[in-house]
């Protein structure tokens, strides 16, 4: 008989105190479906994903009781092309959260003119609480439940919040044993040894930093000139720490989930990084004053980069934010309610979908060389990367200051304009 206990591991459902993420992305959405005068049935279609699975995933633990985890991967739309997206592992995924985040992805790849549609998904779980080997089944098992959704011309995942190369290189191995032949281009995000791109790994932090700069030109602040905080240490928000400060800019504030440090006279940011090497997270580093998270979106500064996660600048704090701009590296980092205020403000907020678009570009790149069985050099892969982050900001920005609004729904605007063009030539198959 399986013993009652084994139910008391299910994971329980999250309970989190912010905005809706799938209603926040509709909101936005509405604002440009609506100034672009979309046709009902478009706007029907366009808002509703093409497909939502939930899989789930038993695991044997290692003293052999059985635990049951829940995965997700929804399809928003795949009219540009196979959907592609990254796989988070996190308690607090829900099937909401993932529908807004493979919305993003949809118009994020739009307005990069990537020949991709988006999707999302993740597995609920705490990979803190996990080894190595039950992330591995876990990850297995969740591709293995996946297999007539994913491929090369069909859906293609990539890294986000908690995963890894190690994990795509897992996805990239169960699907190819199923297939019975090595797919190196169902999966990005892999190791170089693998099919990985050179790059891929900077790709987001590099791109954010490309659109900090394109911003900073339009509003006349020079990087010499320029302080800015960053929330979030990860990938995303060091890499976008360290090139801006490559670029001259004084990076004055740093945080990850231990809290953040500001310093007046710029933070060593090679030394938060060894600091992070050897202790894991930011805690105890003396590098500047100890801030709480909260007030380290509230510091004086003129460009803040919100690179940690969901629901940070919300209708309580955006009006304390001092920064002229915002450079959004994490998916989502503002809610609908707050941006009218920053807009009040005169902030100008280069949005998500443009600003950390750069890792899916550098993903389009690493599919391109695994199907042509070339790989390019880093010059080339960033030199790309360059060209493509410019030409999407500037088409944002002449889209926004043509129909005289945010950044963030000239970006809307380009993109369900794109897919819904796209949509119309392909027509409707019934
Ligand atoms: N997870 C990343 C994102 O949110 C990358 C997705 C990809 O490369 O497919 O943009």
Known sequence: MIPLQNSVYKEPAPIVDRENPFESMMQRFDVAAHLLNLEPGVYEYLKTPVKQIVVSIP?????????????????????LGPSKGGIRYSPDVTLDEMKA???WMTWKCAIMNIPFGGAKGGVRCDPSKLTMLQI???????????????????????????????????????????????????VTGKPLI??????????????CMMVTLAAMERAGLKPKET??????????????????????????????????????????????????????????FSGGESVSNEELLELPCDVLVPAAKEDQITRRNAAKIKAKIICEGANGPTTAKA???????????????LANAGGVTVSYFEWVQDRIGYFWSLERVNRRLE??????????????TRYNVSLRIGAYILAIDKVAKTLKMRGIYA
């Open 59 to 79: 695991i044997a633990m290692d003293n052999g009781e059985i635990k049951v985890f829940e995965g997700y991967r929804v399809i928003h739309n795949d009219i």
């Open 101 to 103: 985040l493979a919305a």
């Open 136 to 186: 591995e089944k876990i990850t297995r098992r969740y591709t293995a439940n996946l297999l007539e959704i994913l491929g090369p011309d069909r859906d293609v995942p990539a890294p986000d919040m908690n995963t890894n190369e190690q994990i795509m290189a897992w996805i990239m191995d169960t699907y190819s044993m199923h297939m019975k032949r090595t797919e190196t281009a169902v």
């Open 194 to 207: 693998l099919g990985g791109s050179l790059g891929r790994k900077e790709a987001t932090g590099r791109g």
């Open 227 to 284: 302080t800015v905080v960053v929330q979030g240490f990860g990938n995303v928000g060091s890499t976008t720490a360290m090139l801006l400060k490559e670029q001259g800019c004084k990076v004055v504030g740093i945080s990850d989930i231990a809290g953040g440090y500001y310093n007046k006279k710029g933070i060593d940011l090679q030394r938060a990084l060894e600091w992070i090497t050897g202790n894991k997270t930011l805690a105890g």
């Open 339 to 353: 941006d009218p205020i920053l807009q009040e403000m005169g902030i100008l907020v280069v949005p998500d979908i």
């Open 387 to 400: 060209r493509m982050m410019k030409a999407s900001f500037d088409a944002v920005y002449e889209n926004a």
